[in-house]
């Protein structure tokens, strides 16, 4: 099975920083890795996907990168609605695999 | 618009059966795989299962092959999860979500549904 690697767990950041989560594959995945975002009591919502494809209506504040093994999400800004945990998802092989996921707080 | 509703879950004893369902709606159902995730209390996102659009093809996660069945009945707009021999572990919020894409367009999963809840407890 191929096992994604987060980090950090968590990380606190004020608003209009710059926030970046990485997101490690054991293996070569390419680029099929998606980002989704969690907020608390909420399903899961997809953000990004194939690596950096933004998903249809999702701020452009928000952005993926990489290939291969190594893939990072990035907010441009952060914002207060951006509180959130946030997970990879590797859909190259069965099984798919999660990262263990990154909470987002606000300082 | 797209809508994912679940149902079915519950209170149940370690060793028992039940069935999730998803209803789906505001798109062709027949023409897209679908699968089910599952979230335990305060932990991560778990992909459990993954079935094809005209359920001939079906994949399972380690932790619930032999015990889990994911099935889907097209006329009905439907996705199930049929959960037998329960354990404790299986306490999660179960999750049905669709699959979406092709080519350079392959999302995995586009969209979700709000989740139910399983508890396995005596």
């Known amino acids: 099975d191929i096992q994604m690697t987060q980090s950090p767990s968590t990380l606190s950041a004020s608003v209009g920083d710059r926030v970046t989560i990485t997101c490690r594959a054991s293996?070569?995945?390419?680029?099929?890795l998606a980002w989704h975002q969690q907020k608390s009591g909420k399903a899961p919502k997809l953000l990004i996907y194939?690596?950096?494809s933004l998903e249809s209506g999702v701020s452009s504040r928000f952005s993926g990168s990489g290939s291969g093994t190594e893939f990072t999400l990035t907010i441009s800004s952060l914002q207060p609605d951006d509180l959130a945990t946030y997970y990879c998802?590797?859909?190259?092989?069965?099984?798919?695999?999660f990262g263990q996921g990154t909470k987002v707080e606000i300082k | 618009q797209v809508q994912l509703v679940e149902s079915g879950g519950g209170v149940v004893q370690p060793g028992g059966s039940l069935r999730l369902s998803c209803a789906a709606s505001?798109?062709?159902?027949?023409?897209?795989?679908m699968h089910w995730v599952r979230q335990a209390p305060g932990k991560g996102l778990e992909w459990v299962a993954d079935?094809?659009?005209?359920?001939?093809?079906?994949?399972?996660a380690d932790s619930v092959r032999g015990r889990f069945t994911i099935s889907r009945e097209n006329s009905k707009n439907t996705l199930y999860l049929q959960m037998n021999s329960l354990r404790a572990e299986d306490t999660a919020v179960y999750y049905c979500?669709?699959?979406f894409g092709s080519g350079n367009y392959y999302k995995g999963l586009d969209y979700w549904g709000q989740g139910s809840l399983v508890t396995v407890s005596s």
């Open positions: 998802l590797q859909y190259d092989s069965y099984p798919w695999t």
């Open positions: 293996q070569s995945i390419n680029t099929w």
């Open positions: 194939k690596a950096s």
């Open positions: 505001g798109f062709i159902f027949g023409s897209f795989g």
């Open positions: 079935i094809w659009f005209d359920g001939r093809n079906k994949y399972y």
């Open positions: 979500a669709r699959d």
